[in-house]
């Protein structure tokens, strides 16, 4: 009867990812190669891969596809590098004025997405939007923000950055006050520049908390959707549109469960190749104490 006992513990927690991870999964898959019937699944008609066949060719999936990316390339640069900096010049500082700064930065991540979206949207207003009254203050030209194809997507990216580096600068944070005080006390003994102590005792000590941070943030990114919704809703012209998106359109907009489940069958893997690709690229560099 013990051996059964570690079985009964583990059991509900392997119910649940059963039931929404593994279950959902092969749903997800199942779907992708049938014309499904929304009203009645029992209906539903095999056809393959023709849903994948017809979403490559269309220019909605591809440009939804390409902001994928963007989304996912310049969100994961800009809040790791930001927050990293932001770590490193808060930890060794203990007065009221950089406590201040830490609160205000992690600020923004407690602030609801949707009140967020909703506050930038009127600030990048291009007629009366405070950003281009400060673009006007300071004699530069205005900017269209979200109305532009061509800068929806950097805006969408700016807020996302404005919201999300706080709560990663934390976790830097914390792990850069973790390490020993004696470490950088005997790089100080030996003469070590501020570039050296940082590239060859800060970075390495919290790798971990590094390699952490950028799994999560890619794939946070990857699946960014809630501020497109209430910013942009998709555009302008499919301009600012994400695979999330793009599935959120076809299931409650067209109806097409077949191609969203496709969408979501290729959002899955691009979200497994880059982990693969963390682990077996980064993986060896991480130093755990």
């Known amino acids: ?18 039931a929404f991870v593994l279950y959902p999964m092969v749903k997800l898959i199942t779907q992708s190669f049938y014309k499904v019937n929304p009203m009645n699944e029992a209906n539903s008609r095999f056809i393959g891969l023709e849903n994948y066949t017809k979403m490559f060719q269309t220019a909605a999936f591809k440009k939804a596809l390409v ?9 994961v640069i800009l809040i790791m590098v930001i927050a990293l900096l932001l770590a490193v010049w808060l930890s060794g ?7 201040f700064i830490q609160g205000s930065v992690f600020l923004p991540h407690v602030i ?35 109305r532009s194809s061509s800068t929806a997507v950097g805006s969408i990216i700016f807020t996302n950055v404005w919201k999300s580096v706080g709560y990663y600068t934390l976790i830097l944070l914390a792990a850069i006050q973790g ?6 006390e005997a ?5 070590a520049g501020k570039l050296c102590t940082f590239f060859r005792i800060t970075l390495p000590m919290i790798s ?3 390699f952490f941070t950028l799994i999560v943030l890619t794939i946070g990114s990857f699946k960014i959707f809630d501020m497109i919704f209430i910013m942009t809703g998709g555009g302008p012209n499919n301009a600012s549109t994400s695979l999330v998106f793009y599935i959120y359109s076809k299931v ?25 690709f963390y682990f077996v690229g980064l993986s060896k560099k991480v130093h755990y104490q």
């Open 1 to 18: 009867m013990k051996k059964v006992y570690p079985y009964l513990f583990i059991f509900p927690a392997m119910a649940g990812i059963v």
């Open 67 to 75: 902001n994928t990316g963007y989304y996912a390339l310049f969100s």
């Open 93 to 99: 500082k203990q007065d009221r004025f950089h406590s």
């Open 112 to 146: 609801s997405m949707v009140s967020i979206g909703l506050i930038f949207q009127q600030m990048m207003d291009p007629d009366f939007g405070v950003f281009n009254q400060v673009l006007t203050a300071l004699h530069l030209p205005a900017c269209t923000w979200l």
């Open 179 to 184: 390490i020993p005080a004696s470490i950088y």
């Open 187 to 191: 790089a100080s003994l030996d003469n």
């Open 208 to 210: 971990p908390q590094i």
């Open 252 to 276: 409650f907009q067209e109806f097409d469960i077949g191609k969203a489940a496709a969408a979501g069958v290729v959002l899955m893997a691009l979200v497994g190749i880059m982990t693969v």
